[in-house]
């Protein structure tokens, strides 16, 4: 009953026993492996993209605090939701990789950024000329911090609202695979073909040992990457352990089942707690994670059972009466069971 994150998690077996394979022999390093040479290809074709420049890092935070630093410059405005990842869970990581740039905070219910509220920032950024830091570019989480999802028609429309001023726009996928699964799409009608123009592919939440892609749609900006990521010391030398992760995330459709397989349990356990007198759902369940509410009994009850989760927001305490709801994040994995639902649920309802 381990819920507190998605990458909790171990890695899916096909993916440790690509790295296994790749262990043997020699590799060129920096990225010259020919497994590389195999994932560029493969998520060209995902994408419909074979133009698309293909990067390999080891953290979410070094793929979008990156991706951030090619898109705009020190004195812009990085236009992203309150709640996204970049503002609540990169410690100023984009701050520093962008040599300044200021996030500019957007509201929208449930961590999703309203077109409305877009179009108020950008035209109140920069009204002093010199004075302030200039309209930069806008980053967009999906699926979002509250587990909700973007469709490819909600990202259409906000970037091209972006794009009424110029502005590139990044997407940072983390959770890629979920929102995908979700929506129903293909990957290029969720990011290019909606006003994509840099895309942070993640495999670290959904089943890899540690690996994310950056896919630069517009190839103009990967040298400009290649440079950033060396710099900032995110080039690995033996680089075909990060290849042989995606590479086997990427075969045979692996990256789509192991997100479906978290968004079921999710779905599942979204389910159960709405059926539990005084419980609520906080967020709409729409890829691998639940933001609910109910009794502090049952949380106590599921806590003491050693169930693992968080309390959302954190400064929430057992201590108090037993009807009174709390509100918890459970986030399920490609690992998560239908026994781990089920078991949950019994403790709560009961």
Not at 235 to 259: E, I, N, P, T, V
């Amino acid at each position: 009953m381990f819920f507190a994150s998605d990458n909790t998690s171990g890695a899916a077996p096909e993916v440790m026993a690509s790295v296994v394979a790749a262990n043997e022999g020699y590799a060129t390093p920096y990225g010259n492996d020919p497994i590389m040479d195999r994932v560029r290809a493969r998520i060209r074709e995902v994408f419909e993209a074979p133009e698309a420049a293909v990067y390999l890092v080891a953290t979410g935070t070094a793929a979008n605090a990156l991706s951030l630093a090619i898109l705009t410059q020190p004195w812009g405005a990085v236009f992203c939701h309150r709640n996204s990842h970049v503002e609540e869970d990169e410690c100023g990581a984009p701050e520093f990789y962008t040599g300044g740039a200021k996030l500019v905070l957007i509201d929208g219910e449930h961590a999703k950024m309203t077109p409305e509220g877009l179009r108020r920032a950008l035209k109140f950024t920069a009204r002093a000329g010199v004075h302030n830091v200039q309209r930069g570019m806008l980053t967009l989480t999906n699926a979002t911090e509250n587990g909700t999802v973007y469709s490819p028609a909600e990202v259409k429309q906000l970037s091209g609202i972006a794009k009424g001023y110029d502005l590139p726009v990044h997407m940072d996928g983390a959770r890629f695979a979920n929102a995908l699964v979700s929506a129903g799409c293909s990957p290029a009608e969720m990011t290019w073909k909606a006003g994509v123009d840099v895309l942070s592919f993640g495999g670290s939440k959904n089943g890899c040992m540690g690996v994310e892609a950056v896919v630069i749609f517009d190839p103009a900006k990967a040298w400009e990457f290649e440079l950033r990521r060396k710099r900032g010391g995110h080039l690995f030398s033996k680089h075909r352990y990060l290849s042989a992760q995606m590479d086997a995330y990427l075969a045979d459709g692996l990256w789509l089942d192991l997100a479906a397989r978290a968004n079921r349990a999710a779905a599942a356990l979204s389910a159960g707690i709405r059926q539990i007198p005084g419980a609520r759902l906080v967020h709409p369940t729409e890829a691998n994670a639940v933001f609910a509410a109910w009794p502090r009994g049952g949380h106590r009850k599921a806590i003491e059972a050693g169930a693992k989760y968080y309390f959302w927001p954190f400064d929430q305490s057992l201590d108090g009466p037993d009807e009174e709801p709390l509100s918890a994040r459970l986030v399920c994995s490609w690992s998560t069971t239908e026994e781990d639902v089920e078991r949950f649920l019994a403790l709560i309802r009961d």
